[in-house]
């Protein structure tokens, strides 16, 4: 019955894996939600910044999209982020830009 055990710690790590996946993805969904909400508007399509809806990002490709995350705009109130953004969370930032609500 070895292979049991391995067959039930190989499923425990796959759930813990998606559990961890699903809780990155909230946060990731609050922190623009929260963070860039605040400027951009609460269902992101506009407010003392433009609206970052996936239609409205569509016209970005990824590098000028962290560009813009990472380093701000000079002279509009987009600040930057670089020094506030952890591993990964740049990237999960433009794919939930780019997918909206339906992620």
Known sequence: MPWLASLLMLTLLMLTGATAQAEEARDVERLV???CGSCHGLTLKGGLGPAITPEAVAKYDDETLAEIILDGVPDTP???????LGPGELEAIIAYL????SQ
Do not use: C, I, V
């Open 33 to 35: 939600r929260q963070d």
């Open 98 to 101: 780019r997918k909206g609500e």
């Open 78 to 84: 987009m600040p930057p982020w670089r020094a506030l």
